[in-house]
């Protein structure tokens, strides 16, 4: 099992542009998730999906959207970058309730 | 929704001494309370978790206590070693939504 998935590690963009966080599970979980984790704040949950075709807003979902067409992918999208969503970003995936994390992706809008 | 603190934000012990680490919730309905560790630039990973029916719970040197009624739970690492050096968060899940601390430097001194 290669577990949580995500690509790229590292992204540079620049503002207003668009991207796709790309994240796959090979563990068959209904519940995934995306996370950004900023300095002294902690994670703070930005979308969910409780199974395909489902998904839901967290605490900070603004310009970010979400799509889950399959069990395994869970992409999060940036509609236009902007410097405030410099961050690292990690998608998670959930078996009775413990959280798999992917590696994260550190993005930085310029 | 959920809203999750955690106290101390940067914690330093010598080695050998105590840690705890303090979190309050405030959604009653929260009934999973997991404990991540962040290794610098790593995922967040599963140290131990405690479910809304029990009170403590130990596995070799840390332990978390939960109080219901108060909503709040902790963490405990004795004997700290150096290896113990990192960032800790805290969680509260109600139904696979999961909403974390902001976390907790914690710094072993040898």
């Known amino acids: 099992n290669a577990g949580v998935t995500q690509t790229p590690k590292f992204q540079v963009l620049k503002t207003g542009q668009s991207m796709t966080l790309q994240c796959a599970q090979d563990?068959?979980?209904?519940?995934m998730s995306w996370y950004r984790q900023d300095p002294g704040m902690g994670l703070r949950l930005i979308h969910y999906?409780?199974?395909?075709?489902?998904?839901d807003q967290g605490e900070v979902p603004n310009g970010y959207n979400v799509s889950r067409s399959t069990t395994e992918d869970f992409p999060l999208r940036l509609l236009s970058a902007a410097p405030s969503q410099t961050s690292v970003y990690f998608c998670?995936?959930?078996?009775?309730?413990?959280?798999?994390f992917g590696q994260g992706t550190r993005l930085t809008v310029v | 929704g959920e809203n999750v603190e955690q106290h101390p934000s940067t914690l330093s012990v010598q080695e050998g001494d105590s840690a705890v680490i303090k979190c309050t919730y405030s959604?009653?309905?929260?009934?999973?309370f997991p404990w991540y560790k962040q290794e610098l630039g790593k995922r967040p990973q599963l140290i131990i978790d405690?479910?809304?029916?029990?009170g403590e719970k130990k596995d070799q040197r840390i332990a978390v206590t939960l109080n219901k009624t108060a909503k709040h739970f902790s963490l405990h690492i004795t004997e700290t070693q150096p290896e113990d050096s990192a960032v800790y968060f805290c969680a509260a899940n109600n139904n696979n939504d999961m909403r974390f601390g902001a976390g907790t430097r914690l710094t072993v001194k040898p």
């Open positions: 959604d009653s309905a929260s009934n999973y």
């Open positions: 998670a995936s959930m078996r009775n309730t413990e959280a798999f």
């Open positions: 563990m068959n979980h209904e519940y």
């Open positions: 405690i479910r809304s029916n029990v």
């Open positions: 999906s409780v199974g395909a075709g489902i998904t």
